[in-house]
């Protein structure tokens, strides 16, 4: 089955940076675009950050500058780099993959950003 592991959450300070992966099993990674979410207490789930297959990737205008996406086919990875964190960027974030129609979700890691 699809599954999906995020890691590397936690308390920054504005200005802060770090480093969210996802470990992805259950299908053939490097064909499948991905993608980050986040989403905030009473706010509805929005996309971040995608990757193609291909590497080529794509931001929400409120993250562009700031925040990269990446992957790694070999770990079956992907990764966002956020950096210069806000704290409206306090929100769970979630990698999120689409196969065959269907979304698969990871577990998420909450972000706080707060002085």
């Known amino acids: 089955q699809v599954q999906l592991v995020e890691s590397g959450g936690g308390l920054v300070q504005p200005g802060g940076s770090l480093r969210l992966s996802c470990v992805v099993s259950?299908?053939?990674?490097?064909?499948?675009?991905m993608g980050w979410y986040r989403q905030a207490p009473g706010k509805q789930r929005e996309l971040v950050a995608a990757?193609?297959?291909?590497?080529?990737?794509n931001y929400a205008d409120s993250v562009k500058g700031r925040f990269t996406i990446s992957r790694d086919n070999a770990k079956n990875t992907v990764y966002l780099q956020m950096n210069s964190l806000k704290p409206e960027d306090t929100a769970f974030y979630y990698c999120?993959?689409?196969?065959?129609?269907?979304?698969?979700w990871g577990q998420g890691t909450q972000v706080t950003v707060s002085s």
């Open positions: 999120n993959v689409k196969v065959f129609g269907n979304d698969y």
């Open positions: 259950g299908i053939i990674f490097r064909v499948y675009p």
């Open positions: 990757i193609t297959s291909g590497g080529s990737p």
